[in-house]
């Protein structure tokens, strides 16, 4: 198995075409290994040269509530009343620790975004 790091984009096309071509490979085959380091070798180049932000904790449950099929109303046992509600979507008031709690432990959201800090609607208009 001649497996190396990738340092450039020729590499990296490479590692991504074989990877398609062994995306069919047999469980426990010497290919299915060979997917699995090459797998993790193009993630590694890829964390390196397109590293990607953690999104804002408010899109990141947006986009839980969308993809899931979540209404604001299937947050309040997470987050409080509706009016509550509202004002964390709206970015009027911040996620408490309590409420990125029950986010993490109901929803499975990774608390590390949920903790970051994200600017408040008054800070956005005052910007």
């Not at 490479?14 to 290994?33: C, G, N, T, V």
């Not at 993790?40 to 947006?62: G, N, Q």
Request: aromatic letters at 4%.
């Amino acid at each position: 198995m001649d497996i190396r790091t990738i340092h450039n984009k020729k590499e990296y096309k490479a590692a991504l075409d074989e990877i398609e071509q062994l995306w069919s490979a047999p469980a426990k085959s010497a290919e299915a290994d060979r997917l699995d380091v090459l797998t993790l070798l193009v993630e590694h180049y890829e964390k390196t040269h397109f590293p990607m932000a953690d999104p804002d904790p408010i899109a990141l449950i947006e986009h839980v509530m969308e993809s899931r099929g979540l209404t604001r109303k299937d947050l309040q046992p997470m987050i409080g009343p509706r009016g509550r509600v509202a004002d964390i979507l709206n970015k009027t008031r911040p996620l408490t620790l309590e409420m990125i709690r029950r986010l993490v432990a109901q929803l499975g959201l990774p608390a590390d975004v949920l903790v970051k800090p994200y600017p408040l609607r008054e800070e956005l208009l005052a910007a």
